[in-house]
């Protein structure tokens, strides 16, 4: 039971690049969540999955893409990476939305430059 | 404009005595919250959560105290370890609303 993980650990980009960075989940969770953590700020909701087969903005959706490929994976795209992007990116999961615990990926470390 | 704060970026304490962490909430609708601890190069895992029914809630040497009428709470840890030295977030949410707004962290060291 591996819980939440993510690929890759760690990414470095050219501004304008494009990229994917795949999380899986396989405690069947309903919900699940991309979140990004910059200094100071705690962890700001990018997009989230309340079921398999939506997705809705959070709070700084602009310059990302998602999909709910299955009930397992979530992915997160960056279509033109630029380096405001920079940040630790992590996925959780959660039996549903709103008012469960949500459980965490590792992270993915992205460095735009 | 932050929901949940955590006006305190950095605790220091020494082992075996007392820590206290706090957060304070703007919206009078969350009645949900959450403690994470964080350790470096690792995602967040769940401490200990609180549902705005109890203003108390205990997990060990881990308590957690609501007073909704300040919107504030706070964590105990008793007594400290070094092993509790990591990032502790604060979250709330409205249990019929969306989802978690988390607070900035604060950076808990626990001093052998």
């Known amino acids: 039971n591996a819980g939440v993980t993510q690929t890759p650990k760690f990414q470095v980009l050219k501004t304008g690049q494009s990229m994917t960075l795949q999380c899986a989940q396989d405690?069947?969770?309903?919900?699940m969540y991309w979140y990004r953590q910059d200094p100071g700020m705690g962890l700001r909701l990018i997009y989230y999955?309340?079921?398999?087969?939506?997705?809705d903005k959070g709070e700084v959706p602009n310059g990302y893409n998602v999909s709910r490929l299955n009930k397992r994976e979530f992915s997160l795209r960056l279509e033109s990476a630029a380096p405001s992007q920079t940040s630790v990116y992590f996925c959780?999961?959660?039996?549903?939305?709103?008012?469960?615990?949500?459980?965490f990926g590792p992270g993915t470390r992205l460095l735009v430059l | 404009d932050q929901q949940v704060k955590q006006n305190s970026p950095s605790l220091s304490v020494q082992e075996g005595r007392i820590s206290i962490l706090n957060c304070d909430y703007t919206n009078s609708m969350f009645d949900y919250f959450l403690w994470y601890k964080k350790y470096p190069a690792e995602g967040p895992t769940f401490l200990i959560s609180?549902?705005?029914?109890?203003d108390k809630n205990e997990d060990g040497r881990f308590t957690v105290f609501l007073n909704k009428s300040a919107k504030h709470l706070s964590l105990h840890i008793v007594p400290s370890q070094p092993g509790d030295s990591a990032v502790y977030f604060c979250?709330?949410?409205?249990?019929?609303?969306?989802?978690?707004?988390f607070g900035p962290g604060t950076r808990l060291s626990v001093l052998p």
């Open positions: 959780a999961s959660s039996p549903r939305q709103g008012g469960e615990t949500q459980y």
């Open positions: 979250a709330a949410s409205d249990n019929y609303g969306q989802n978690f707004v």
């Open positions: 999955s309340a079921s398999e087969g939506t997705t």
């Open positions: 609180i549902s705005s029914i109890k």
């Open positions: 405690m069947n969770h309903n919900s």
